[in-house]
């Protein structure tokens, strides 16, 4: 799976950087509007970032900025440096959490509760014109335990979203359902 760009990672690395409120509190208001409406949201964004875009990839920086303004969790350097994470990996991880919170998990336990498979299961079936209300629900998810994400790897998939071979839906099944591999196959726990 193609990791994040040059920009993707300095467009996060700007984002995991802002420490003025003023602007955070503007992009977290993005939530509340529309795709559509997400232009309101170019002031408070380098113009370095969305300069130079495909149309319609400037929504997917502005998307991703409100989102990451809602919940400002991401993966440390070392843990990125060591390989990238997509969203699978964090719901998993949720999903990790929660049955620690449990006490575990009782013989014969699902590790993913049927309504966090129900919520996957939505999101990699969205079209792209509905990812934002989806990824909503799931980053505020997220939040409740303060998983990290990738938000690189998250802006790079989501521009990978309409790909035929439907790579990232499938790189995010793996991850959420099976959990991460390491080249022999071994399964370790996901980070």
């Given at each position: ?98 049955a620690r919170q449990r006490g575990g998990l009782d013989e014969g336990e699902e590790l993913l509760p049927e309504s966090l ?47 035929p071979d439907r790579r990232v839906q499938w790189a995010w099944s793996r991850s959420f359902y099976v959990g991460y591999q ?10």
């Amino acid at each position: 799976m193609k990791g994040p760009s040059s920009r993707q990672v300095e467009f996060a690395g700007w984002l995991s950087g802002l420490d003025d409120r003023g602007t955070l509190a503007a992009l977290r208001r993005g939530l509340m509007l529309e795709e559509e409406q997400l232009f309101e949201l170019f002031g408070y964004v380098p113009p370095r970032f969305l300069t130079g875009l495909r149309p319609g990839e400037e929504r997917l920086y502005l998307m991703v900025a409100a989102l990451y303004a809602y919940h400002p969790v991401s993966f440390g350097e070392e843990e990125l440096a060591e390989r990238r994470r997509n969203l699978g990996e964090s719901l998993r991880r949720l999903a990790e959490e929660k049955a620690r919170q449990r006490g575990g998990l009782d013989e014969g336990e699902e590790l993913l509760p049927e309504s966090l498979k129900r919520r996957m299961e939505a999101l990699l079936s969205a079209p792209r014109a509905d990812l934002f209300g989806h990824l909503r629900q799931v980053i505020s998810l997220l939040k409740s335990e303060e998983i990290p994400v990738d938000w690189a790897q998250l802006l790079s998939d989501l521009q990978r979203w309409e790909a035929p071979d439907r790579r990232v839906q499938w790189a995010w099944s793996r991850s959420f359902y099976v959990g991460y591999q390491t080249e022999g196959g071994d399964e370790t726990d996901v980070r």
